[in-house]
């Protein structure tokens, strides 16, 4: 299975149609005309770390923006809703490279804020991945005939 940023961006948009179906999910904001209401994906400041075997430790930021009508009677509690449905969505969700094949991630760090009268729910997913490749194997091991010293 591969773990591709697309893929991460793909998968949470399916999370994001099966709670609301009927709200656009926009994974390149700005390109095209945007209707309200809506979620925009935006990948924030991520890092990657190496790690023993050939491994790396992704760590994705991530920030779902729900975008609505501004000034509606009962804006606040659609915002309320959405949060308390993420909330419960994305504790683990499944993600799907397009091959078939799924894996639940999880999520760290989950909160979310409202900034003039828009949602932000922001969250990171810390994956371990490896380059395919051949891996380095131990060929020989060397011996170390060294005694211990007696003491006096």
């Not at 990657?48 to 779902?64: F, N, P």
């Not at 397009?98 to 979310?112: C, K, M, P, V, Y």
Request: aromatic content about 12%; hydrophobic content about 35%; glycine content about 10%.
């Amino acid at each position: 299975m591969k773990f591709t940023l697309m893929g991460v961006l793909d998968s949470l948009a399916g999370v994001l149609k099966k709670g609301y179906p009927e709200y656009p999910v926009y994974i390149e904001p700005g390109i095209q005309e945007t209707e309200v209401p809506c979620f925009f994906l935006f990948l924030m400041p991520s890092e990657i770390s190496g790690e023993t075997g050939g491994r790396y430790l992704r760590d994705l930021g991530i920030d779902i923006v729900f975008v609505q009508q501004r000034n509606i009677q009962d804006g606040n509690r659609g915002m309320l809703s959405v949060a308390e449905y993420l909330d419960g969505a994305l504790d683990c969700f499944s993600y799907t490279d397009g091959s078939g094949d799924t894996a639940l991630i999880r999520t760290f760090e989950r909160n979310w804020k409202t900034e003039d009268q828009v949602l932000h729910y922001q969250f990171h997913i810390r994956q371990r991945v490896s380059v395919p490749g051949e891996s380095d194997y131990m060929r020989e091991m060397e011996e170390n005939h060294a005694g211990i010293k007696k003491q006096k």
